[in-house]
């Protein structure tokens, strides 16, 4: 999906920008905020994901090896391009970054911004990390998985299903009533830019379904190998190496009170990319920021965007 620059911005031509969206349930529509702040002045990309239970069952599967095939895809077809990666999408953003970086011929992404990801979830773990390292895939393939029922077009396909993450979330909501989460005072507060069009706590709740195969390859690769942060990670048989990426910028962005992606899981991007010079380096820590608070409302608005805009604008 494009959303071109609506006055040129302040870069000459406007920066071409392709955000990932994350394939975690996540609506791309909770992205409203990200995408209205930045298309009035980049040339603005999105991929996002379809539904997995509106795709036929006969298309195939699709794991973490068709998500890098369509990231590096997507790079390809718009050539210069600063890349985002956010929440479960930073770590496919940075492997595709990296896969290109050992390639002769292909262009690489003239900058890589990462927002609240998990490239280390070994670093700082939450109680959803602790939870996903502690149980076997067949443990996930028995209670987190089910079939497309009749009346979708993909019925049959094996997926996590909208009602199980569902329930996974309002547990993580009640478990936070106390502490005041981010959730928490965006339900007393809708601080969006759209509160009536986008309703924060409607989009949240308006998930999708995700193919069992990339659900289950996250699980393995992510949390039981660590395979990006190992350097074990494959595509096609060929290595992840981000230690090879010297031509890309790298902006890290972290939410102090993040409890999805722990402070320090995103930063370490910047330990497995040494080649990267420091001119072209930045990372934030916004303290008080809790994970939703980094593409969404006032603190998106008015502290992070403004970070992102000036990364991306600068010219090296």
Same mark, same amino acid.
């Given at each position: 999906?494009?959303?071109?620059?609506?006055?040129?911005?302040?870069?000459? =031509?406007?920066?071409?920008v392709l955000i990932i969206a994350p394939l975690s349930g996540i609506n791309p529509r909770l992205l409203h905020d990200m995408v209205a702040d930045m298309a009035p002045w980049c040339d603005l990309h999105l991929l996002e994901w379809r539904d997995a239970a509106d795709v036929p069952?006969?298309?195939?599967?699709?794991? *973490?090896?068709?998500?890098?095939?369509?990231?590096?895809?997507? %790079?390809?077809? @718009?050539?210069?391009?600063?890349?985002?990666?956010?929440?479960?999408?930073?770590?496919?953003?940075?492997?595709?970054?990296?896969? @290109?970086?050992?390639?002769?011929?292909? &262009?690489? &992404?003239?900058?890589?911004?990462?927002?609240?990801?998990?490239?280390? =979830?070994?670093?700082? &773990?939450?109680?959803?990390?602790?939870?996903?390292?502690?149980?076997?895939?067949?443990?996930?393939?028995?209670?987190?998985?089910?079939?497309?029922? +009749?009346?979708?077009?993909?019925?049959?396909?094996?997926?996590?299903?909208? +009602?199980?993450?569902?329930? $996974?979330?309002?547990?993580?909501?009640?478990?936070?009533?106390?502490?005041?989460?981010?959730?928490?005072?965006?339900?007393?507060?809708?601080?969006?830019?759209? =509160?009536?069009?986008?309703?924060?706590?409607?989009?949240?709740?308006? *998930?999708?379904? $995700?193919?069992? +195969?990339?659900?289950?390859? $996250?699980?393995?690769?992510?949390?039981?190998?660590?395979?990006?942060?190992?350097?074990?990670?494959?595509?096609?048989?060929? =290595? %992840?190496?981000?230690?090879?990426?010297?031509?890309?910028?790298?902006?890290?962005?972290?939410?102090?009170?993040?409890?999805?992606?722990?402070?320090?899981?995103? +930063?370490?991007?910047?330990? *497995?990319? &040494?080649?990267?010079?420091?001119?072209?380096?930045?990372?934030?820590?916004?303290?008080?920021?809790?994970?939703?608070?980094?593409?969404?409302?006032?603190?998106?608005?008015?502290?992070?965007?403004? %970070?992102?805009?000036?990364?991306l604008c600068r010219r090296p």
């Amino acid at each position: 999906m494009r959303f071109p620059a609506l006055d040129g911005g302040v870069a000459a =031509p406007a920066a071409r920008v392709l955000i990932i969206a994350p394939l975690s349930g996540i609506n791309p529509r909770l992205l409203h905020d990200m995408v209205a702040d930045m298309a009035p002045w980049c040339d603005l990309h999105l991929l996002e994901w379809r539904d997995a239970a509106d795709v036929p069952a006969a298309c195939g599967g699709f794991g *973490l090896a068709d998500c890098l095939s369509r990231v590096l895809d997507a %790079v390809q077809q @718009l050539g210069e391009v600063d890349l985002i990666g956010l929440c479960q999408s930073a770590l496919p953003a940075l492997a595709a970054t990296a896969l @290109l970086a050992s390639s002769r011929t292909l &262009p690489n &992404p003239r900058s890589l911004v990462l927002i609240g990801g998990k490239i280390d =979830p070994r670093i700082n &773990p939450t109680v959803g990390d602790q939870f996903a390292a502690a149980h076997s895939l067949d443990w996930f393939r028995t209670h987190a998985l089910s079939l497309v029922p +009749e009346g979708r077009l993909g019925v049959g396909r094996a997926v996590y299903d909208r +009602e199980t993450q569902r329930r $996974v979330l309002w547990s993580y909501v009640n478990r936070h009533m106390a502490d005041g989460c981010d959730i928490i005072r965006k339900a007393l507060h809708d601080d969006g830019l759209d =509160p009536a069009g986008h309703p924060f706590l409607s989009d949240l709740a308006s *998930l999708i379904d $995700v193919p069992a +195969e990339f659900f289950l390859d $996250v699980i393995d690769t992510v949390y039981h190998a660590d395979a990006l942060a190992q350097g074990t990670l494959r595509w096609c048989d060929l =290595p %992840v190496t981000p230690a090879l990426i010297r031509d890309t910028g790298l902006l890290t962005i972290e939410g102090g009170r993040d409890d999805i992606a722990g402070p320090g899981q995103c +930063e370490v991007a910047h330990r *497995l990319c &040494p080649a990267i010079p420091k001119a072209r380096r930045g990372h934030r820590l916004f303290a008080p920021a809790g994970h939703f608070n980094l593409f969404h409302g006032a603190v998106w608005h008015d502290r992070v965007h403004p %970070v992102v805009r000036d990364f991306l604008c600068r010219r090296p």
